[in-house]
T-cell receptor, first 113, second 118 residues
């Protein structure tokens, strides 16, 4: 079945460092891809999305490009801030009748001042 | 505009008991999905409700059941609780149209109900 694999954390960075969180997927069809963020004590928030190959999603300085040839959707940010500390989830939508989401296991990002 | 509201926020139960979790969807949304997030894991799809019917179910036993009311709110029931049912239960709402013409960002998640089974 469809699945998402993302790099294990925690990822610890200093403020203003470059961030990459790797995500690869397995899917039989043409999924949409997402990055969600979960701050402590809060629900999931959509960070960015891409619905077809070569699309680039971007939001709040974060970017990810849908790479069909490598089945990847890596999350990047050029300069992280302490406020970016959270758990990041890569996910795909299987495009079925309910468009349910399939999530990776999450990557904890800790940014130190 | 209130988003998705879940209750209770935290609860503790013992093995064998039953629990009911509640979800009020975002205003204008008619579809509710439930996810289970175990500690250190990503959320897993339990089921989705639309027009008061279960539309799709994930890989969860029949101990997990749900209901949707005419006002679109929803309940998740878990019977015969096991230690492994300890998790954060997330409710997400959306519009049916938004899911069918999928453009992304159509799911709004609540903050979750954290269930601890002792």
């Amino acid at each position: 079945g469809d699945s998402v694999t993302q790099m294990e954390g925690p990822v610890t960075l200093s403020e203003e460092a470059f961030l990459t969180i790797n995500c690869t997927y397995t899917a039989t069809g043409y999924p949409s891809l997402f990055w969600y963020v979960q701050y402590p004590g809060e629900g999931l928030q959509l960070l960015l999305k891409a619905t077809k190959a070569d699309d680039k999603g971007s939001n709040k300085g974060f970017e990810a490009t849908y790479r069909k040839e490598t089945t990847s959707f890596h999350l990047e940010k050029g300069s992280v801030q302490v406020s970016d500390s959270a758990v990041y989830f890569c996910a795909l939508s299987d495009g079925g009748a309910t468009n349910k989401l399939i999530f990776g296991t999450g990557t904890l990002l800790a940014v130190q001042p | 505009d209130a988003g998705v509201t879940q209750s209770p926020t935290h609860l503790i139960k013992t093995r064998g008991q039953q629990v009911t979790l509640r979800c009020s969807p975002k205003s204008g949304h008619d579809t509710v999905s439930w996810y289970q997030q175990a500690l250190g894991q990503g959320p897993q799809f339990i089921f989705q409700y639309y027009e008061e019917e279960e539309r799709q179910r994930g890989n969860f036993p029949d101990r997990f059941s749900g209901h949707q009311f005419p006002n679109y709110s929803s309940e998740l029931n878990v019977n015969a609780l096991l230690l492994g049912d300890s998790a954060l239960y997330l409710c997400a709402s959306s519009t049916r149209q938004g899911l069918q013409v999928f453009t992304g960002n159509v799911l709004t998640f609540g903050a979750g109900s954290r269930l601890t089974v002792l």
